[in-house]
């Protein structure tokens, strides 16, 4: 049964619902550099979320998830959009309806909403950023509201940590509401300033390799690990006149260092540093086109992120170095948070089959159970 008809079916209606798409992310590099005001090189992927709207002529606001058909019909009212944990999912996209009404745009009836998503669970891949911008674009066209994209995506962000109470980057909103088809978006998260890099592969393909773990450790460990950067920060601070870790060069990081008294606090630092190096060093191989170079610094990023920042795991190690063992492999690194979810690796065409066989084989060996394979095109943004 298809979406419209379920819609139909859901919201007891025959009018025809408009239908919206925004995509999941990876991160190709530049991974925890976002909330120390670095650079990141996400890119928008083919899996993401739809929805299906219309709009009531009361107030009142049903929403459905096919993702979460245990939770039911999830109804409020336009005039009480407070965070309710009883609504679970609902509350990014009830969100984005707040934060619209709160920044004047005009939302003056209900509306009944159908999503389905495809990005698995848990994943990493930004399910819930990708509800929030579907949810952007379903209310501008509804609505005929002029919205400017990036003041969209700050709104997403601003529901996840105002509204949500996660203290995330900007990263994955904005690759979501600003991705380009076949190109990764080189962004300064402390400017917002970005460029798009095409995504040439050639004979490779993106694989979005799923360790099937969920996250459960990820927000916990995420408001450590800031913590321990900004401690970092107020060290530095005794020497250098900074306000991130992202404003720092390798070289200034070298000689500065020892100022950072906890060792724990400096091997998260250097992370943050190099990593932010590694990352404009990896959109100008790019460029290039010089995918070898591109795929040694994944490498080097997967490595720093276990031994420096770590956030890795048993999972998330064992899939990236199964996926550095196999034949046509340029590189490989977990993406996202950590602690679970997905790792990417860049592989030869001819090379996908005996790829996920192995990848599989060795991962299950050791964890005991099968990842889950899939192939990331490189789409659009919102739409």
């Not at 060795?362 to 099968?370: C, F, L, N, S």
Request: aromatic fraction near 8%; hydrophobic fraction near 40%.
């Amino acid at each position: 049964m298809n979406l419209y008809a379920n819609f139909a079916k859901i919201f007891e209606t025959s009018e025809t619902p408009q239908s919206f798409f925004a995509p999941g992310r990876i991160n190709l590099i530049g991974e925890h550099t976002d909330y120390n005001g670095g650079n990141v090189f996400p890119a928008a992927i083919s899996l993401g979320t739809h929805a299906l709207a219309i709009k009531r002529e009361d107030r009142e606001i049903r929403m459905y998830s096919q993702n979460f058909q245990d939770t039911g019909m999830i109804r409020f009212d336009l005039d009480s959009l407070a965070y309710d944990k009883s609504h679970d999912w609902a509350n990014y996209p009830k969100g984005v309806i707040a934060y619209f009404l709160k920044n004047g745009y005009d939302i003056d009836c209900g509306l009944d909403i159908l999503y389905e998503g495809n990005i698995p669970n848990g994943a990493g891949l930004s399910s819930s950023a990708s509800i929030e911008l579907v949810t952007g674009v379903l209310l501008e066209k509804l609505f005929g509201l002029t919205i400017d994209r990036i003041a969209m995506v700050k709104i997403g962000q601003k529901v996840e940590n105002e509204f949500i109470g996660v203290n995330s980057g900007i990263m994955d909103q904005f690759a979501i509401g600003m991705g380009k088809k076949d190109h990764a978006i080189l962004l300064n998260c402390d400017t917002l300033a970005y460029q798009y890099a095409p995504i040439k592969l050639d004979n490779h393909k993106i694989m979005i390799m799923n360790t099937n773990k969920q996250r459960t450790l990820a927000d916990s460990k995420y408001n450590e690990r800031r913590s321990e950067c900004e401690q970092a920060v107020c060290d530095l601070q005794s020497k250098l006149d900074i306000q991130q870790l992202g404003e720092l060069s390798v070289e200034m990081f070298a000689e500065q260092k020892h100022v950072i008294k906890d060792p724990i606090h400096r091997k998260r630092a250097q992370h943050v540093v190099e990593e932010n190096a590694r990352t404009k060093t990896a959109y100008a191989k790019l460029n290039e086109g010089d995918l070898q170079a591109f795929g040694q610094l994944m490498n080097a990023s997967h490595c720093s992120l276990r031994d420096n920042y770590e956030v890795t795991g048993l999972e998330l190690d064992t899939i990236v170095e199964a996926a550095w063992q196999q034949p046509g492999v340029l590189g490989a690194r977990m993406t996202g948070a950590g602690f679970g979810g997905c790792a990417i690796a860049i592989v030869e065409n001819e090379q996908m089959e005996t790829f996920q066989q192995e990848v599989s084989r060795i991962y299950k060996h050791k964890i005991g159970y099968e990842p889950a394979f899939y192939t990331a095109t490189i789409a659009e943004g919102a739409e």
